[in-house]
């Protein structure tokens, strides 16, 4: 089970840290990704990293601002997010790989945040 959250409103240029937690399993064995999905929008993809922490992998439209990182010892995932845009506002969520390696084949998915960034 995955449970996002950090969400909420805020100014663009300003940060927020989203926080993905798992329950019941092996967090390491599992690469983790974070998508989001804007009103009218299909879900994109926004980066993924690997179950040890060591590939991460970003969309051209964050790189650079957003940082993905895990802490396996507490089952966590964070997504930190810079200099928000105003098209960063979505619904956030973390999905689970099916492998420690990112193979894009998210098998387990949390339940969304909402970011709104105001112009």
């Known amino acids: 089970q995955l449970q996002a959250s950090g969400g909420g409103l805020v100014q663009a240029g300003g940060s927020l840290r989203l926080s993905c937690a798992a329950s019941?399993?092996?967090?390491?064995?599992?690469?983790t990704g974070w998508f989001r999905q804007a009103p009218g929008k299909e879900r994109e993809f926004v980066a993924a990293?690997?179950?040890?922490?060591?590939?991460?992998d970003y969309a051209d439209s964050i790189k650079g601002r957003f940082t993905i990182s895990r802490d396996n010892g507490k089952n966590t995932v964070w997504l930190q997010m810079n200099s928000l845009k105003f098209e960063d506002t979505a619904v956030y969520y973390c999905?689970?790989?099916?492998?420690?390696?990112?193979?894009?084949?998210?098998?387990?998915w949390g339940q969304g945040t909402q970011v709104t960034v105001s112009s």
């Open positions: 019941g399993r092996t967090f390491s064995s599992y690469a």
């Open positions: 999905a689970a790989d099916r492998s420690p390696v990112v193979t894009g084949r998210y098998v387990y």
């Open positions: 990293i690997s179950g040890s922490g060591m590939y991460t």
